[in-house]
């Protein structure tokens, strides 16, 4: 408390106060049935977010027409009915129960939305610039009318339901922002033309809104402060602005403030953005509300959003990955046990599975959607009857995971790391780009909790059989990450590995090949160019590059290596090399390639290491096949519970 007295110093919202300043802001799951209604998955999931201390809990977005115009995701929440309603009324019940507001959103995904139709509805008919959006369609004079009216039922069933407050969605090319913003908002009526029309659909439901639940009761909403749509003729800094002053006028009891939409050409909350950096939107707004503002967006430690409390920039912080990785952020940082919070990396995996209609997944919390089966240890794990000495050979993330699960479920266990210290190959992804650094976060975590469930930890020690012998495993779990692939075939001066690039600082020449597009190699390639000026050459036997990477980063490294003209060569394979001269075969044909060193960036796994030991023993993470940290985590955690 002594440390973020601003956090957590209560809040007021209209007529109701918030016991702190930390609102849980809404995402989709993809829990809910495909149907609309409300699953147990997603009643636990709210439970355990409400459970973790915030003063405001949200409930992912629940579209309001029967049409179907506005589910944007197959597994999305609906409040277009009545028959919808106790089922949200589990949602907002468990939230009370731990002494939280409970505050329902609802949301028209308009540009994003049609999920099951062939089309999607929004302000005018703007060509979607994203593939997976279905074909645009104009929405009608008579079906703003019923939307307006549909919002408005749908506030009155979530009062219904019990809930405290709602909140209203109008951002990233969802329905009222396509008519907010001047990209796609082409109207000749009342509804298109200035800033303030093109805000009359938002002021309409606001108003409709508060004249059916009272003006008591309090109606937030979230809307884009900064749309980053420049290229595209987005609303300039100024608009935005405008809107959320309309919003106040409108009604509006708060504002969230947000930032692009997702078909900015910049990034937003990837990595590369520092942490805080889009506060400064937020501190715009202030100046012109007079209502509480809140603002999400990169703030994943608690400093951040303590400090632009005390500055006046914002009133609230909103918490979305943050506590998708961890509800228990809130309660952890007050209690000053800011080293067992499960940092959010800003993956993105669980935004990416929701266009892919998956239940979302967090790379760094394998406990996401399954906080109701006890054998998972959300809230701790049954210790086990009969506890087994185990050896980890490894220490990245995979055997940290492995560890730390085994060791709270009773077991002894023992953890070996040939390097001096721990995480594994996270350490070269740490110095890929930007920001990267935030990969070790999860390492550092991982140590603190082993360390506390008393996991002897021994780095700088090479596993054998003897030292695995002395520790009387019962079993060993291989956790000793991948190999280098193919360079037996190429043996030469000239090949170099990954690691020995970004570990050991190998000096490179200027012409150099990289064998391989998928992470591993498009991360040494950023790396590189980062550091210098390369003649890089890709070679990919895949049809294209980076099938293992977040489309949230793909798109940018991509982009990187097309301005510094790297050569990409997908479907391609090497023949063979002759002094410097490289052989490489193409549909089109062999090409030679000149170089002055290759890096083999392909990787397999190391299921074939030497240790034998007569033991129980497994392979996880990298060394049982090369992927990403998400699986490596995960693998891990399995293989502590499976133990």
Not at 443 to 455: D, F, K, Q, S, T
């Amino acid at each position: 408390m002594e440390k973020y007295p601003h956090i957590f110093s209560p809040g007021r919202i209209g007529i109701v106060t918030a016991k702190n300043r930390v609102k849980y802001a809404a995402t989709e799951t993809n829990f809910p049935y495909c149907d609309g209604f409300v699953s147990d998955r997603e009643v636990a999931y709210m439970e355990a977010q409400a459970r973790g201390g915030a003063g405001i809990i949200t409930t992912q977005g629940a579209y309001p027409d029967p049409g179907g115009e506005g589910k944007g995701f197959m597994g999305m929440m609906a409040i277009w009915d009545d028959a919808f309603v106790p089922g949200l009324a589990r949602i907002a019940e468990v939230i009370k129960r731990h002494d939280a507001l409970s505050c329902l959103q609802i949301l028209h995904c308009g540009r994003e939305g049609g999920v099951e139709l062939d089309y999607a509805l929004m302000a005018s008919a703007v060509p979607q610039k994203l593939s997976y959006f279905k074909k645009p369609r104009e929405i009608t004079a008579q079906e703003i009318k019923e939307s307006v009216r549909d919002h408005i039922k749908a506030a009155r069933r979530a009062l219904d339901a019990g809930f405290d407050m709602i909140e209203i969605s109008g951002i990233v090319g969802y329905l009222i922002s396509t008519f907010i913003s001047r990209y796609s908002n082409k109207r000749q009526d009342e509804y298109g033309g200035d800033i303030r029309a093109r805000c009359r659909l938002m002021k309409e439901i606001l108003l409709g809104i508060k004249a059916e639940v009272g003006h008591t009761f309090p109606v937030g909403i979230r809307l884009c402060g900064l749309e980053l749509l420049d290229d595209r003729g987005g609303n300039v800094f100024e608009e935005s602005v405008e809107s959320f002053r309309i919003a106040e006028e409108s009604g509006a009891d708060y504002v969230s403030v947000t930032i692009g939409w997702h078909e900015s050409s910049q990034s937003v909350i990837t990595r590369d953005v520092p942490m805080g950096h889009w506060l400064y939107v937020a501190e715009a707004v202030k100046k012109q509300v007079n209502i509480p503002v809140m603002m999400a967006f990169r703030q994943f430690t608690p400093d951040i959003p303590e400090k632009a409390l005390s500055q006046g920039m914002i009133d609230f912080w909103e918490v979305c990955r943050p506590m998708i990785a961890d509800p228990e952020l809130p309660i952890k940082a007050i209690e000053g046990r800011e080293t067992e919070i499960i940092p959010c990396i800003a993956c993105n995996l669980c935004f990416s599975r929701l266009y892919y209609h998956q239940p979302i997944m967090c790379s760094v919390r394998p406990t996401l959607g399954r906080e109701a089966d006890p054998d998972w240890g959300y809230y701790g794990f049954t210790p086990v009857k009969e506890p087994k000495k185990v050896v980890i050979v490894g220490g990245g993330p995979a055997g940290l995971q492995c560890a730390s699960v085994a060791a709270k479920r009773g077991h002894r266990v023992t953890l070996l790391e040939k390097a001096d210290r721990l995480g594994g190959s996270v350490h070269m992804a740490s110095r890929v780009d930007e920001g990267a650094h935030e990969l070790l976060r999860p390492i550092a975590m991982l140590e603190g909790e082993c360390r506390r469930y008393n996991v002897d930890i021994r780095a700088g020690v090479e596993a054998t059989p003897a030292i695995i012998k002395e520790k009387g495993a019962d079993v060993v779990v291989i956790a000793i990450g991948a190999r280098t692939k193919g360079r037996e075939a190429l043996a030469g001066r000239h090949l170099l590995t990954p690691e020995e690039v970004m570990k050991k600082g190998v000096n490179l020449s200027r012409r150099i090949v990289i064998v391989g597009g998928n992470g591993v190699g498009l991360g040494v390639a950023v790396y590189l160019l980062r550091k210098g000026a390369y003649d890089l050459t890709i070679i990919e036997e895949g049809n294209r590059l980076g099938r293992d990477v977040n489309p949230f980063y793909l798109w940018q490294y991509v982009r990187f290596l097309k301005e510094r003209k790297v050569r990409i060569m997908a479907g391609s394979r090497i023949l063979g090399m002759e002094g410097d001269k490289l052989r490489v075969f193409k549909a089109s044909g062999e090409t030679i390639i000149e170089t002055d060193g290759i890096i083999m960036a392909e990787q397999e796994s190391a299921i074939e290491w030497g240790g034998s030991t007569g033991q129980e023993i497994y392979y996880i993470g990298d060394a049982k096949k090369p992927r990403r940290i998400n699986n490596a985590i995960h693998d891990g955690y399995r293989m502590g519970m499976r133990i």
